[in-house]
């Protein structure tokens, strides 16, 4: 997609958000979805530049018994059970690499882009402690993103306004990170939608189904945390599609919670 067709786009989604989060324009009857990170272009979203990545951890693979294998015939990435809460997150996943992916997952499902209080809460939890000017720049982006819209700086959505995130898909690469063991960094795409819920139970008209987002994390003592030292080392799918070949053989593979 050109510049242009992705300034088209963030602009529909900011007006989409708008159009959701300002109490004035919401109705019972429906609305739209919001969501100000655009895709794999999402703004101040780790995002991996086109570079060397290596190979993908053991994601599943079926062989197929007719025609050409896709994430929707394939073996599922069973995600493993979070063991507790904490600082708005789930927590419990450990180093392995599904621990990993699991951490990205629900992290993602869980975060509240749109909230920068507990927004704040949540990213110093994930992220490494190594990057700490990297929660403020995200709580920045989030705080420009609620004036775009209308909403005073800091603070949350109207309590009549929810937002779900549901991961449909993970696309996992190993990093060879300088001075890092490898396997200790990787970079996770997501594939996900998203929708909400308003005053009186008002139906999401037009949630966003598709969008991708990508996610670099290494091990840090027993557990991930997010990073964006390594941004450089990912590298960029093919676009996910349940019933697509290209992407179940670029590593796509569909979510299942355990």
């Not at 990205?104 to 509240?112: G, I, K, L, P, T």
Request: net charge neutral; glycine share 12%.
């Amino acid at each position: 997609m050109d510049s242009t067709g992705l300034k088209a786009r963030r602009a529909r989604l900011v007006l989409a958000a708008g159009a959701v989060v300002v109490a004035g324009l919401l109705v019972a009857g429906g609305f739209t979805a919001a969501t100000l990170m655009n895709g794999s272009d999402a703004e101040g979203q780790p995002q991996g530049e086109k570079g060397t990545a290596a190979s993908t951890p053991s994601v599943p693979s079926s062989p197929s018994a007719t025609g050409r294998m896709t994430p929707e015939k394939g073996k599922k990435l069973l995600l493993m059970k979070p063991t507790g809460q904490k600082d708005g997150l789930s927590t419990g996943f450990g180093a392995s690499p599904m621990g990993g992916i699991s951490a990205v997952v629900y992290f993602w499902e869980e975060y509240a882009w749109l909230d920068d209080e507990k927004g704040r809460q949540q990213l110093t939890a994930f992220v490494s402690k190594d990057r700490p000017g990297y929660v403020d720049k995200k709580i920045s982006e989030i705080r420009k993103a609620r004036e775009t819209i209308g909403l005073a700086p800091s603070g949350g959505i109207p309590a009549d306004v929810n937002f779900t995130t549901a991961v449909t898909a993970a696309r996992v690469k190993t990093l060879k990170a300088p001075g890092l063991p490898v396997g200790d960094v990787m970079q996770v795409w997501l594939s996900y939608d998203r929708f909400a819920t308003g005053p009186k139970g008002g139906r999401d008209e037009n949630p966003l189904r598709g969008e991708t987002q990508s996610f670099v994390v290494k091990v840090e003592g027993d557990t991930w945390k997010l990073t964006d030292e390594f941004d450089s080392l990912g590298d960029f799918p093919v676009a996910y599609e349940p019933d697509s070949p290209y992407a179940w053989n670029d590593g796509w593979a569909q979510v299942r919670h355990a």
